[in-house]
């Protein structure tokens, strides 16, 4: 209720508030006029209606019609003062005052009336307020009005009481009166006037001035705001980057963020009012200085120090930027340790691929070269075997046939250790233990190695199985061996260890170790060592830094090729008189499956036979001698130099064939297709399969298909001719 009542008092002060104020304009001085006379047309409004009460009251009733007139005037000239026009107001409002003062005056006492008084009021409010042309004619209808007065009560138009002797001398002296009060009336109007308007004008200008002030002070607060909030965001972005920040002025750090500290491993505190220069590397820290006071923004790399001496790689960028009024210089700091890390890790890789892939194209040719030397040691063999029957009585010859023989043994041997470096050679993979392996190996050379050679060899025990070729394995531990050995010239140390690691701690030189448990197999001597020139070509096969007669260059190569062909890892650490550590890491067995060992021949007595044997061999040499070899058993023999003469050959005498042996490498079509297209013709037959090499799965596929034996490259005749038998028979 009370808050009802409180809202219409406010409304009705509004209401008053409306009708009662004067128009409002864009111009003070006219808002100045316009205020002032709306008092004194509110104050004669209000004076005449409570006048003309009075006289109302005390029955002078036609004063109070002369008084309601002028209430009524005065409301017109509120009326006309609202609708904007103040000059016409104005003037029309002392038009209005001169003629109630002349009526009252008039039908008053005359000149001697306390209205007469009003005269001066009105020239001097008039002054304050007319125009001068306005003014002057409102002095000027002010002296006719007083003129007018005076003449009626000389001619007896007023009734004038006897005590006042109004003359002509009484009109000149208001008239002098109304003279003397205009002009100086005016001049004070006037100089009242400029006052005034240099009192707007400084007022204006105060104001201006004022608000202007207020700008500057508000722009002013803005920007303190606003660089604030700057230097706020600027904190908060610097703090919430991962790169280090510092902002130095003269080489004087003045701020950083908390990336940089945490890469300095310090506080904030600790780097602000540092100079730039005790962050830097002595060695690079006037090149450094140089780019760093350079205009470019250019990123730059270059090593920072920490308070405690350690120094990182970072890679830095300059800019000046304002701060706090001031340029200074913001430094952002990278840090590329492990950019750096995988840049080293790419550069080690990348040289391990060009060495396999070198490596690589030495195994292609070497694994050709031993397919040749093959064929050739077979020949060499197979005529000494057959000389060796002929000449039974000669001992002289046969004891050269023996040497032949074993110096083919060698050659073979050599084929063997090419085709392992190849990863060409036949893996008889097995389960087994290292320590029992290691444990052999040990036992043999304490046996062969000169007792200057201190051997030791410790092993990790419980470690889990390898699945490998053991004889491989021996073979290639034995070369790290040998070539110890040699490299200590019958004295020193040579020691065996075998441990158990994780994958990751070589992953960064070998990353397929990644996640693996590796078998880690260090051979170390003390000998001579090498460079880096010679530790770079040690596993080229025929590479050796020994004299002549004294290696075939082929150890190591063997060593490479054992290691890769069951996906190991292998590294070397030497330096020039410190000696050598090879490094050999294998997968730890999980599950390995079974696989079928190759079966030993046997040895006995070579039975011969009446039977037909398709021969096919591309070398003219190599045939010529099996089938001699054949022939001298007791078998028929026919020949074929490529797959296609085979298989016309065999179309031909289909009936007459007991067995087919051949090459897998044939011109035209090689020998799996030679098999395969006797087989769909008649899947009984019998075949022998003869190669230097064969992929496992290739030869279990070939063998599944119905190819009866393989035999591998080099070979001898007894065994050849065991094997032939044993086919035969079925056995």
């Not at 409002?24 to 316009?34: F, G, I, K, M």
Request: aromatic share 6%; with cysteine; glycine share 6%.
């Amino acid at each position: 209720m009370a808050r009802t009542q409180e809202t219409k008092s406010s409304g009705l002060k509004k209401w008053l508030a409306r009708i009662l104020a004067p128009p409002r304009s864009a111009d003070d001085e006219w808002n100045r006029l316009a205020r002032i006379l709306n008092i004194i047309l509110l104050y004669g409004l209000l004076a005449s209606v409570v006048v003309a009460a009075a006289t109302a009251a005390s029955g002078q009733y036609h004063k109070t019609i002369e008084l309601a007139a002028g209430g009524a005037s005065t409301l017109l000239l509120l009326l006309l003062l609202r609708s904007g026009r103040l000059r016409s107001a104005i003037f029309l409002t002392f038009l209005s005052i001169l003629a109630l003062v002349t009526v009252l005056l008039y039908t008053g006492g005359g000149i001697h009336d306390l209205a007469a008084m009003l005269y001066p009021v009105i020239i001097v409010i008039a002054g304050l307020l007319l125009r001068p042309k306005e003014f002057a004619a409102i002095v000027l209808l002010a002296m006719l009005s007083a003129t007018f007065i005076v003449l009626s009560e000389i001619w007896g138009l007023i009734a004038w009481s006897e005590q006042f002797n109004t003359t002509i001398y009484v009109l000149f002296n208001i008239l002098a009166i109304f003279t003397l009060a205009a002009v100086p009336v005016r001049l004070l109007a006037n100089d009242l006037r400029n006052n005034m308007t240099r009192v707007q004008e400084n007022e204006r200008q105060l104001r201006e001035s004022n608000l202007k002030l207020q700008h500057e002070i508000s722009e002013r607060e803005l920007a303190d705001s606003a660089l604030r909030e700057s230097e706020t965001r600027f904190r908060i972005l610097a703090d919430s980057t991962f790169e280090g920040l510092f902002i130095s002025e003269n080489d004087i750090i003045i701020d950083a963020n908390s990336s940089l500290a945490k890469m300095f491993g310090c506080d904030i505190k600790e780097i602000i009012g540092c100079k730039v220069s005790d962050f830097l590397d002595r060695e690079t820290a006037e090149i450094v200085l140089q780019q760093f006071k350079s205009e470019s923004s250019t990123p730059y790399e270059h090593q920072l120090k920490r308070p405690d001496g350690t120094l990182i790689p970072v890679e830095s960028r300059n800019k000046m930027i304002p701060y706090q009024g001031r340029m200074v210089r913001v430094t952002t700091i990278h840090d590329i340790s492990e950019r750096r890390r995988h840049e080293e890790e790419y550069r080690i890789m990348e040289a391990e691929i060009r060495q396999n892939q070198k490596l690589e194209s030495l195994g292609t040719l070497a694994g050709g070269i031993a397919h040749d030397f093959n064929n050739i040691i077979s020949i060499i063999s197979g005529h000494a075997a057959a000389l060796a029957d002929k000449l039974k009585k000669h001992a002289d010859a046969r004891a050269t046939l023996h040497t032949i023989n074993e110096a083919a043994e060698r050659g073979s041997a050599m084929v063997r250790q090419i085709l392992t470096f190849a990863r060409k050679s036949e893996a008889d993979f097995r389960s087994l233990q290292i320590q029992e392996l290691v444990n052999e190996l040990v036992k043999m050379l304490r046996v062969t190695f000169p007792r200057t050679i201190e051997i030791s060899h410790s092993c990790l025990q419980d470690l889990p199985p390898l699945w490998m070729d053991p004889s491989q394995l021996h073979q290639a531990l034995l070369n790290l061996c040998i070539n110890a050995r040699d490299a200590m010239a019958g004295t020193g140390k040579l020691e065996i260890a075998t441990s158990m690691i994780d994958g990751e701690e070589i992953a960064c030189r070998f990353p397929a170790a990644a996640g693996k448990r590796l078998i880690h197999i260090r051979i170390s001597d003390t000998g001579m060592g090498m460079d880096e020139a010679t530790r770079a070509r040690i596993f080229e096969p025929f590479f050796t830094t020994k004299g002549r007669g004294r290696g075939t260059g082929l150890g190591l190569a063997v060593v490479y090729g054992v290691v890769r062909a069951h996906s190991g890892f292998i590294e070397v650490d030497s330096q020039i008189g410190r000696g050598t550590s090879f490094s050999l890491y294998f997968s730890a067995a999980e599950s390995p499956a079974s696989l079928t060992a190759k079966a030993d021949l046997d040895t006995g007595l070579i039975a011969g036979g009446s039977e037909t044997i398709l021969l096919v061999e591309d070398e003219e040499d190599l045939r010529e001698l099996l089938a001699a070899v054949l022939h001298d058993q007791g078998y028929g023999i026919l020949m074929a130099r490529d797959g296609l003469e085979a298989l016309e050959r065999y179309r031909r005498h289909r009936g007459d064939i007991q067995l087919v042996i051949t090459d897998m490498d044939l011109p035209k079509i090689n020998g799996a297709a030679v098999c395969q297209a006797i087989l769909s013709s008649d899947p009984k037959t019998k075949i022998i399969l003869i190669s230097g090499f064969l992929e496992t799965a290739l030869k279990n596929s070939i063998l599944a298909s119905g190819v009866r034996e393989f035999l591998a490259k080099p070979y001898t005749m007894p065994q050849m001719l065991q094997l032939v038998r044993r086919v035969l028979d079925g056995n």
